[in-house]
């Protein structure tokens, strides 16, 4: 009993000394051992399971809800998430954890996890709890989107998220888009061009150090 004792406070010491001098890295690109990051997969995966078990799945067939829900994942989730056409993106490659693909044949979920991660979100990972500024009718409508976006071209995806009519607007402080939603919106076209607006900025001039500067 006294060596487990001893070797408990020499371990409690170690692991405040690694703490104290700031020997433990916690920078993203430096990645946990395969073993914690096995461990820390698990435990997510347990406590999503155990709070999402009571969860009621609605109807997710709605032709409107899905677009509804698609307009509102082009505005927040493709930069984590990607989407149909998207391969890549800063946030997907930089972000650690790395931020499942939805698009993938590896992803798997079920619509009571996708909701209650959408609406609590998740410590620690840069995934948001989207509740503060959204009904649980518009997360289950992302959710909707999210059972069939495997299904959809780049082009069906981009007609659909930039239908008008997603209604999608945030709390105080945020925007809002108004737009009508149709049950034909993946099936015609009206012959008019679609656009992604642009968002300018005013350039200001910058004095010549010398350097170019690019991104």
């Given at each position: 009993?006294?060596?487990?004792i001893?070797?408990?406070?020499?371990?409690?010491?170690?692991?405040?000394?690694?703490?104290?001098?700031?020997?433990?890295?916690?920078?993203?690109?430096?990645?946990?051992?395969?073993?914690?990051?096995?461990?820390l997969?698990?435990?997510?995966?347990?406590?999503?399971?155990?709070?999402s078990?009571?969860?009621?799945?609605?109807?997710?067939?709605?032709?409107?809800?899905?677009?509804?829900?698609?307009?509102?994942?082009?505005?927040m989730?493709?930069?984590?998430?990607?989407?149909?056409?998207?391969?890549?993106?800063?946030?997907?490659?930089?972000?650690?954890?790395?931020?499942?693909?939805?698009t993938?044949?590896?992803?798997?979920?079920?619509?009571?996890?996708?909701?209650?991660?959408?609406?609590?979100?998740?410590?620690m990972?840069?995934?948001?709890?989207?509740?503060?500024?959204?009904?649980?009718?518009?997360?289950?409508?992302?959710?909707?989107?999210?059972?069939?976006?495997?299904?959809?071209s780049?082009?069906?995806?981009?007609?659909?998220?930039?239908?008008?009519?997603?209604?999608?607007?945030?709390?105080?402080?945020g925007?809002?888009e108004?737009?009508?939603?149709?049950?034909?919106?993946?099936?015609?076209?009206?012959?008019s061009?679609?656009?992604?607006?642009?968002?300018?900025v005013?350039?200001?001039?910058?004095?010549d150090?010398?350097?170019?500067?690019?991104?």
């Amino acid at each position: 009993m006294k060596t487990i004792i001893i070797a408990a406070v020499i371990g409690l010491l170690i692991a405040m000394s690694v703490i104290w001098f700031g020997l433990y890295n916690v920078a993203a690109n430096d990645k946990h051992l395969n073993s914690t990051e096995q461990f820390l997969k698990f435990v997510l995966k347990r406590s999503i399971s155990t709070r999402s078990a009571d969860i009621k799945v609605p109807d997710l067939t709605d032709t409107a809800q899905i677009t509804e829900g698609a307009v509102h994942y082009a505005e927040m989730c493709t930069g984590c998430h990607l989407a149909p056409g998207l391969e890549s993106s800063e946030l997907n490659a930089g972000l650690y954890p790395t931020p499942p693909v939805f698009t993938s044949e590896e992803y798997a979920s079920t619509p009571e996890a996708q909701f209650w991660v959408i609406k609590n979100g998740i410590k620690m990972t840069g995934m948001p709890a989207w509740s503060p500024a959204h009904t649980d009718e518009q997360i289950w409508g992302m959710v909707a989107f999210l059972q069939k976006i495997k299904s959809y071209s780049a082009e069906q995806y981009t007609k659909l998220s930039t239908s008008s009519g997603g209604g999608h607007s945030h709390g105080a402080g945020g925007h809002g888009e108004q737009s009508s939603i149709s049950s034909e919106t993946s099936d015609h076209h009206d012959g008019s061009s679609e656009s992604t607006p642009v968002h300018h900025v005013e350039e200001k001039p910058v004095a010549d150090d010398g350097h170019n500067h690019s991104h």
